[in-house]
């Protein structure tokens, strides 16, 4: 039974946009927090960006900050990721996932508790 369900991934150019989705069929999406992690080839899995139940507390990791966003409608039980100015090296396998609320917006994957399949972003010239 998948839960959280990703998509949007793809081949770009460096300096393109991309915008992935990921949709939970949880009722209970409201109150979990949402994080989206990414592993490239021969790498650990790392923290990218990571949003409350509410919406409105957000973290990003680093390499991240001031290009990709995170945001979530819980209306439609989904979690975006808009990537801007992508670099060569974000290209990765990108998972969301979720969070039980007393877990915290935390940055470490072993807070999370269900995770999507991934969906593949390479990009490259």
């Known amino acids: 039974q998948v839960q959280l369900v990703e998509s949007g991934g793809g081949l770009v150019q460096p300096g393109d946009s991309l915008t992935l989705s990921c949709v939970d069929s949880?009722?209970?999406?409201?109150?979990?927090?949402m994080g989206w992690f990414r592993q490239a080839p021969g790498k650990e899995r790392e923290f990218v960006t990571a949003?409350?139940?509410?919406?409105?507390?957000?973290r990003y990791a680093d390499s991240v900050k001031g290009r990709f966003t995170i945001s979530r409608d819980n209306a439609k039980n989904t979690v975006y990721l808009q990537m801007n100015s992508l670099k060569p090296e974000d290209t990765a396998v990108y998972y969301c996932?979720?969070?039980?609320?007393?877990?915290?917006?935390?940055?470490?994957?072993?807070?999370?508790?269900?995770w999507g399949q991934g969906t593949q972003v390479t990009v490259s010239s």
């Open positions: 949880r009722r209970t999406f409201p109150n979990y927090h």
């Open positions: 996932a979720a969070a039980r609320l007393y877990s915290g917006i935390s940055q470490t994957s072993d807070r999370y508790d269900y």
């Open positions: 949003i409350s139940v509410s919406g409105t507390i957000t």
